[in-house]
């Protein structure tokens, strides 16, 4: 995991948005001169050339992505790469339009530049993450930026009332602990790492926050009183489809079963691509309907790992200016997407 200060930050993105726009201005990357916020004109040419982009890639870049997908299947890379396996199993074409997705909701999220916010629970936050130790190949742990922790914070209050109980199912985000400043309600925590549930409860412990974790692999039973106790889930699954379905099974399972009840959970639908729809099948036999979607929320500072590996994959398969910028963006995006169960199949209170 990369660790930048604020300052680094402020310029990977600068450089990330000139190099974006140098796209449809010829007057090249000078950020001194660089207009901020870009006039709106500037921005639907920019959309409209990435639309283009991912039309012309998705008929020529096919067949170069296919012979890449069995170079790394030959090489076993997908084996020891989790990065690597999810960009085998891909659709070529789900991935094109992933890259430029990534690309439309960085220039969404950027152009203007964000308020700073001296949030408490961010400061705390992001002295959490200086101290967590990623471990993004075996847990596939990915922490998003404290921004969109907070965001998570005001989405989730939406969903609460002074007593619902809630569970965040994995919390490499530490949104428990953002959460729990400014609510009163009784959270519990799930994660398999010891270190996320340890720095929790020593937070909780000096704050004087209602948090309990427990250490637990989803892959196995949970305690039973963790089944059908709580009012909101929060989780952010591993997004290959078949994870996605046991991260958002155990969420279920763990939710009070009314129409009250809220899971909100991250996802990308578009890597997912045909696969989403399984997703769409499991809801359905659960009783969930989608009660809201919100594309390209999260927001993850990449892993040095990833980033090699993009810009070598561009490099080697693409070789254009548009993919060339868009991989050198320093963020990935992802959905958040809630679902609650079906009124009108289950009755008001199940
Ligand atoms: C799954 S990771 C986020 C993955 C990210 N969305 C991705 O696809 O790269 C979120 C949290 O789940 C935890 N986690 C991973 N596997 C787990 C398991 N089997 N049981 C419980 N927690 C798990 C991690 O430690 C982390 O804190």
């Known amino acids: 995991m990369t660790k930048t200060n604020p300052g ?12 974006l726009y140098a796209l ?4 090249g990357e000078d950020l001194a001169t660089r207009p901020s916020p870009f006039p709106p004109q500037n921005t639907s040419a920019l959309e409209k050339l990435l639309a283009q982009e991912c039309a012309r890639l998705t008929s020529s870049a096919d067949t170069r992505l296919t012979i890449a997908k069995h170079v790394c299947k030959a090489l076993r890379l997908h084996l020891w790469l989790h990065e690597v396996s999810t960009f085998v199993e891909s659709d070529n074409g789900h991935l094109i339009s992933c890259l430029i997705n990534q690309a439309e909701a960085f220039i969404h999220r950027h152009q203007q530049d964000e308020p700073v916010t001296a949030h408490r629970a961010s400061a705390i936050i992001s002295s959490l993450q200086k101290q967590f130790r990623v471990k993004s190949h075996t847990l596939h742990q990915l922490p998003c930026t404290p921004t969109t922790t907070a965001k998570r914070v005001e989405l989730i209050k939406k969903y609460l009332t002074p007593t619902s109980r809630i569970l965040c ?23 398999l790492d010891p270190q996320v549930t340890t720095m929790i409860k020593r937070l909780a412990r000096q704050q004087h ?31 290959a489809v078949k994870e996605t379905l046991l991260f958002l099974s155990v969420a279920e399972s763990c939710l009070r079963p ?12 578009t890597l997912a691509g045909a696969a989403w729809h399984g997703v769409a099948d499991w ?18 500072p990449k892993t040095t790992r990833i980033q090699t590996l993009l810009k070598i994959a561009e490099r080697l398969f693409c070789r254009s200016a548009v993919t060339k910028a868009c991989v050198g963006i320093p963020f990935l995006y992802s959905d958040l997407v809630v679902f ?7 009755g008001n209170e199940l």
């Open 8 to 19: 680094q930050h402020k310029r990977a993105i600068e450089r990330s948005l000139a190099s």
């Open 24 to 27: 449809i201005d010829n007057r």
């Open 169 to 191: 199912l994995g919390d490499d985000d530490f949104v428990s602990v953002a959460l729990a400043l400014v609510v009163p309600n009784e959270i519990t925590v799930v994660d």
């Open 209 to 239: 926050l209602r948090i309990s974790c427990q250490t637990a692999d989803i892959r196995k039973p949970l305690p039973d009183n963790l089944y059908h106790f709580f009012d909101v889930v929060v989780t952010d699954p591993i997004y």
């Open 258 to 269: 009314s129409a009250q009840s809220y899971l909100l959970s991250c996802c990308s639908r």
């Open 283 to 300: 809801a359905a036999s659960r009783g969930l309907i989608v009660h809201e979607v919100l594309s390209g929320f999260n927001e993850y």
């Open 340 to 346: 609650r169960f079906d009124r009108s199949e289950r």
